[in-house]
């Protein structure tokens, strides 16, 4: 990795760092403050998928965090500039929260899949759907893989165990838009005039987020508020 220069940047996870669902982290909204005194750029990245960029910052604002929408670059996001480049005209596996920020996209006659977190979807003829079409030739769109995460009842499965069933069933290998993704990371840094190796991420998913930005060439800083609890992950 090349030489740190002076941090420029830091990217911050969101749900599972700040917040868990509706409840946030004890002392998260002071650091938040204490950080923006800093002469730093902050940006807040996720790969939450369950509900669009609107629903998201509403939430937030709920919970006594100072954020602006412009601050937060989602999954969801990266999906759509995709989707946007290929043109593609996507079966949506995602929640009727999070279809806001799709719209404007066609989905009439799909020849893509985008699958997220959609609990409501994953049933047998919507996930049978899905795999015809990727059969047939469709890509597939993993807005990312992750194993699970954190509610207030406990872990409870992410996308990515889905993600990895239509990948068995056709043999295909999904593209995968969200953390740990450099594509994702290095769109997320993008605007705020900075390389890499000037940024850090702190989040508290040792391979997503911690360690997706170690590959990315940034330093990662893991926080014990979320999914930990992966000691077999060597990061």
Request: net charge negative; aromatic share 6%; charged share 25%.
């Amino acid at each position: 990795m090349a030489g740190r220069r002076a941090l420029k940047a830091v990217l911050i996870d969101l749900s599972g760092t700040l917040h868990v669902e509706e409840t946030a982290v004890p002392g998260a909204q002071d650091a938040l403050n204490r950080l923006r005194e800093a002469s730093v750029a902050v940006k807040f990245v996720t790969n939450t998928t369950k509900e669009s960029k609107k629903h998201l910052l509403e939430r937030l604002h709920r919970l006594n965090f100072d954020l602006q929408e412009e601050e937060i670059f989602t999954s969801l996001s990266a999906a759509r500039t995709l989707l946007e480049q290929k043109r593609h005209r996507p079966l949506l596996l995602v929640e009727d929260s999070a279809l806001q920020d799709f719209t404007g996209i066609e989905t009439s006659e799909p020849n893509a899949v985008v699958i997220g977190l959609a609990p409501e979807q994953f049933n047998y003829q919507t996930l049978n759907k899905a795999f015809r079409l990727v059969l047939d030739g469709a890509p597939l769109i993993a807005i990312h893989k992750a194993r699970y995460y954190k509610r207030r009842d406990g872990l409870a499965l992410g996308p990515g165990p889905f993600v990895a069933a239509l990948e068995y069933a056709t043999d295909r290998n999904a593209i995968v838009v969200g953390k740990p993704e450099k594509s994702f990371f290095a769109e997320a840094l993008s605007n705020l005039g900075c390389n890499p190796n000037e940024a850090v991420m702190i989040g508290d998913d040792a391979r997503d987020d911690v360690g997706g930005a170690q590959n990315a060439g940034m330093l990662g800083i893991l926080v014990r508020t979320g999914c930990i609890e992966a000691p077999f992950l060597n990061i």
